[in-house]
């Protein structure tokens, strides 16, 4: 069982749609963080989010950590091609350990 | 600054055998992690370190030793080789909550 729960799994989309990736747990975190991996390499830091409630924008991609801190979501506004990757979602407890979700699989079409 | 290094970049072991997974990184971070990605399962966190002669156990750390003797260097080993090890790790460093991947490393144990 993942202490992260990301949804969906898979997601197939047109170009210029928009879509919205969930991370969930019953664990509090003291930070979240938003990875997007691409085949053959490791995954890359999109954004942290650190306090509940907080929103961020990373050009057509907005973040939002729960009021709880305990849930994320991100999502895209009119998405492209170039979004096409493996998102993943990581959690860091109070210890410093770090737990990640299995990750959403998006693939954009032309 | 070459980030976060990683060797080899493929290995094959048969069982039984042991390895050590090589991690390095210039960018004199004191948190270093190692992680193994599976299919559908995302990143699991093996071992970690806070600092040079501190390390600590992570989700799945059955199998492997690490070491921590510089605040450069993160060796993996594997005592044993099983055919469930049979992964993709990535070490990683971090400071003040923005973590760094190497490129990983793709091992097969048959």
């Known amino acids: 069982t993942q202490l992260l729960e990301q949804s969906p799994q898979f997601l197939s989309i047109q170009e210029g749609e928009n879509l919205t990736v969930y991370c969930n747990s019953s664990s509090v975190f003291s930070s979240l963080q938003w990875y997007r991996q691409e085949p053959g390499e490791g995954p890359v830091l999109l954004v942290t989010v650190v306090t509940g409630g907080e929103v961020k924008k990373l050009k057509r991609l907005t973040f939002q950590f729960g009021d709880a801190r305990k849930d994320s979501s991100l999502h895209i506004t009119a998405a492209q091609p170039g979004d096409t990757g493996l998102y993943l979602c990581?959690?860091?407890?109070?210890?410093?350990?770090?737990?990640f979700g299995a990750g959403t699989r998006l693939t954009v079409k032309p | 600054n070459a980030g976060v290094t990683q060797t080899p970049k493929f290995q094959v072991l048969k069982t039984g055998q042991s390895m050590t997974l090589q991690c390095a990184q210039d960018m004199n971070h004191e948190y270093m992690s190692w992680y193994r990605q599976d299919p559908g399962m995302g990143l699991r966190l093996i071992h970690y370190?806070?600092?040079?002669?501190?390390?600590d156990q992570g989700e799945v750390p059955n199998g492997y030793n690490v070491s921590r003797s510089t605040t450069e260097d993160f060796p993996l080993r594997l005592l044993s080789a099983a055919p469930s090890q049979t992964s993709v790790y990535f070490c990683a460093s971090r400071r003040q909550g923005t973590q760094y991947f190497g490129p990983g490393t793709r091992l097969t144990v048959l």
């Open positions: 370190s806070v600092g040079a002669g501190i390390t």
């Open positions: 990581a959690g860091e407890g109070y210890n410093n350990d770090m737990r």
